[in-house]
């Protein structure tokens, strides 16, 4: 996924355990610099990439 394409936008994330969050997209981290996955960063969480299933823009 290329999730900095989703910063400063409005989205639904569906994690792997069926969990939905939404909010607007304030950052994000490459996983190179982590050692571990891209994280998508929604308000004061961090989700990793490889917990996320699907990611849906709602508004931009």
């Known amino acids: 996924m290329r999730l900095w394409e ?3 936008k409005k989205v639904r ?4 355990d ?3 969050i ?3 997209v304030v950052d994000w ?5 982590l050692d571990g996955s891209d ?5 004061d969480h961090s989700y990793p990439e490889n917990i996320i299933k699907e ?3 709602i508004s931009a």
């Open 39 to 43: 994280e998508i960063v929604i308000g």
């Open 13 to 16: 994330l569906v994690l792997e």
């Open 18 to 20: 069926g969990t939905s």
């Open 22 to 24: 939404t909010g607007k």
């Open 29 to 33: 981290f490459d996983g190179y610099d």
């Open 55 to 57: 990611i849906k823009i």
């Open 6 to 8: 989703y910063v400063d």
